[in-house]
């Protein structure tokens, strides 16, 4: 089955610096990616998706994610961050006609 | 509002009781999934349908826990005979299945229903 990993349960950035939030996936054949968001109490909201037509993907409220097949990775990031980015993040993999498997997610922090 | 709907939302209950939750999909949503998230986990999966078929089960999904789908529209999730461990937020999501560009099976999720055992 798909594996999914998220490097650090925890990111705290300052309002206005750089968010990154790493994944990483193992599979010889890349499957479709996706990154979740998850408000408190809330159900998992998608932010964006690899499906190989584009290797540099864009979603909501500015994030987005670049696929690298080499390192078998699709890192999130927002270039500037916004108090209303606090929210627990989740990478997940879908491998043709299969389930999607989560990572165990990153709870992003920002301080004013 | 047309999103997957979730029932009930909260849910107490004493060990060894038997609860149910419900999950009404996207109309258009012919795959129903169903997944368990604990507190800093993601979400495991447990079971999943294409129509009223359940096409693949969770080892997490022991004896004490049954889905259905019956008219491949609203699923209901059953545990029995509740443990402490069972404690968790249940959600449910449906997608399309995976068809190409178009299609690529994405989960819309639902609001969850969390469970407490006490």
């Known amino acids: 089955a798909q594996s999914v990993t998220q490097l650090g349960s925890h990111v705290s950035v300052s309002e206005g610096a750089l968010v990154l939030l790493r994944c990483n996936y193992s599979?010889?054949?890349?499957?479709?990616l996706f990154w979740y968001v998850q408000y408190p109490n809330q159900g998992l909201q998608l932010l964006l998706k690899?499906?190989?037509?584009?290797?540099l993907v864009k979603g909501i409220n500015g994030f987005e994610a670049e696929f690298k097949k080499s390192e078998t990775s699709f890192h999130l990031t927002k270039p500037s961050a916004h108090m209303s980015d606090a929210a627990e993040y989740f990478c997940?993999?879908?491998?043709?006609?299969?389930?999607?498997?989560f990572g165990a997610g990153t709870r992003l922090t920002v301080k004013p | 509002d047309t999103g997957v709907s979730q029932d009930p939302r909260h849910k107490i209950t004493k060990r060894g009781q038997n609860v149910t939750f419900r999950c009404d999909p996207i109309?258009?949503?012919?795959?129903l999934y169903w997944y368990r998230q604990t507190l800093g986990q993601g979400p495991e999966f447990l079971t999943y349908?294409?129509?009223?078929?359940?096409?693949?089960k969770s080892r997490l999904l022991s004896d004490r826990f049954s889905a259905e789908r019956p008219k491949g529209s609203f699923s209901t999730l059953e545990i029995q005979r509740t443990e402490q461990g069972d404690s968790a937020m249940y959600l449910c999501?449906?997608?399309?299945?995976?068809?190409?560009?178009?299609?690529?099976?994405?989960?819309?999720f639902g609001e969850g229903s969390r469970l407490t055992v006490l």
């Open positions: 109309s258009e949503h012919n795959r």
């Open positions: 599979s010889s054949v890349p499957p479709y």
């Open positions: 690899y499906t190989s037509a584009a290797t």
């Open positions: 349908f294409q129509n009223e078929a359940q096409l693949e």
């Open positions: 999501a449906s997608s399309f299945p995976v068809t190409g560009i178009s299609n690529t099976g994405e989960l819309f």
């Open positions: 997940a993999a879908l491998r043709y006609n299969n389930d999607m498997r």
